[in-house]
């Protein structure tokens, strides 16, 4: 059965994942398990996370897999949930996974779904009075600005937009000096489209000199975008920033298409960075520019996307970021002297969780990731634009 029937059907099993050798203690394993929306409008993210993590975890495996206290070697094995981009769904599978063997989860998908479900856990270590939830989550999907600092317990490796929009915009007030005014689309209902154009897009527009002469909302399930449309034709935009997911800035690409809007710069949506917008209006797109935390531009990157493939999915800053956060775990794992036994199931998940928090930095496929005292990560990143059937690189501000 293919990766991904086996992910929208709730769960990826991935015990064969422990290789059996005479060199490894194949009697001992430890779970890392995978949260996050696999079916639905955005399913795609998470399928392409839990093939991401499928990939990585055999990896580590058949590098030897993980190292104990006392010196032996353990396999990881590995599972992935679908929460479906429920906020009440993502909260009772992370209970259910804490209520596993599970040391630590990577996930979730949605922001909507991340921001209450991060409030369940508790807030503060060691505070006696909160009875929240005391295990560790390591988000590789969910990218709403500020949101690892609702608890302790919490940590990302999702890239800083803000940081990314800023400069983005500043490039193209130099590259492009003639474009003078901006117009804006979002995606209303999603918590991580909403936030990024009105909080960070707008934001980093404004303050580079770009005059907003309109917006236009709709819904993440919409499929007419006609008088999105035309609102944006009448105020003839230099720039258009469209904050949506593929599905429906697909929609109102092929809509400015069927109106003949042609802006000066079209900028899109970090999680738009993907082989979905290219599959779904790769004619419509090309141009669109995008900073994103992923690119197969080296040696290292281009070996991660190719062993995502051969499991179903597809590497983009998303996924990127699971397969980072696999590694970075089995790093803290082998530094922290876990036990990996029942009796010790509490003590493994704290000395996981003040890993994670006990990190400056951590080793990414574009490079170094700095890891910052609230749990949040700040990335390395390229702008890339859409060229026939793939993403390539415009520009590297890192170069």
């Known amino acids: 059965m293919k990766l991904k029937s086996l992910i929208t ?47 990585a975890f055999e990896k580590i495996n058949a590098e030897g897999g993980i190292t104990l206290a006392d010196g032996s070697k353990a396999m990881i094995e590995t599972e992935y949930y679908d929460d479906r981009c429920n906020a009440e769904e993502g909260i009772s599978v992370l209970r259910r996974i804490a209520s596993t063997d599970a040391l630590v989860a990577i996930g ?43 608890s302790e317990w919490v940590f990302r490796n999702t890239p800083s937009e803000a940081k990314m929009y800023d400069d983005l915009f500043a490039w193209i007030r130099e590259t492009y000096p003639d474009a003078k005014t901006i117009y804006g689309g979002v995606e209303e209902d999603f918590a991580h489209s909403r936030f990024t154009w009105y909080s960070v897009m707008k934001t980093a527009a404004e303050a580079h000199g770009f005059e907003l002469v309109g917006e236009a909302q709709w819904l993440l399930n919409d499929t007419n975008f006609s008088n999105q449309a035309r609102g ?40 738009s960075s993907s082989l979905e917008t290219l599959s779904g209006c790769a004619n419509e797109a090309q141009g669109i520019i995008i900073p994103t935390s992923f690119a197969p531009v080296n040696d290292e990157a281009k070996a991660a996307a190719e062993a995502v493939a051969a499991k179903g ?35 493994d998940r704290r000395k996981i969780r003040d890993g994670l928090a006990a990190l400056t930095t951590a080793h990414g496929l574009l490079g170094e990731n700095k890891r910052m005292p609230d749990g949040e990560a700040v990335k390395p990143y390229v702008f890339v634009h859409a060229q026939g059937n793939a993403w390539e690189v415009v520009h590297n501000p890192g170069s």
């Open 232 to 271: 944006m034709r009448r105020a003839e935009p230099d720039v258009v920033a469209i904050s949506a997911h593929p599905f429906t800035s697909c929609g109102m690409l092929r809509e400015m298409a069927r109106q003949k809007i042609q802006p000066k710069v079209l900028v899109g949506l970090t999680s």
């Open 108 to 150: 979730p998908t949605c922001s909507n779904v991340a921001e209450p479900l991060f409030g369940i856990l508790q807030a503060k270590v060691d505070d006696a009075g909160d009875t929240g939830l005391q295990f560790p989550v390591f988000t590789d999907v969910a990218i709403k600005g500020g949101l690892a600092g609702i």
């Open 313 to 347: 999915g597809a590497l983009d800053l998303h996924s990127a970021a699971a397969w980072e956060n696999a590694m970075i775990l089995r790093d803290v794992i082998n530094a922290a002297g876990i036990e990996g036994t029942p009796d010790t199931l509490e003590a």
């Open 9 to 55: 059907a709730g769960m990826i099993s991935a015990s064969a994942l422990a290789l059996s050798s005479a060199a490894f203690a194949a009697d001992k394993t430890v779970r890392i398990v995978g949260f996050g929306a696999s079916s639905g409008v955005v399913g795609i993210f998470g399928q392409n996370s839990g093939a991401a993590m499928s990939a």
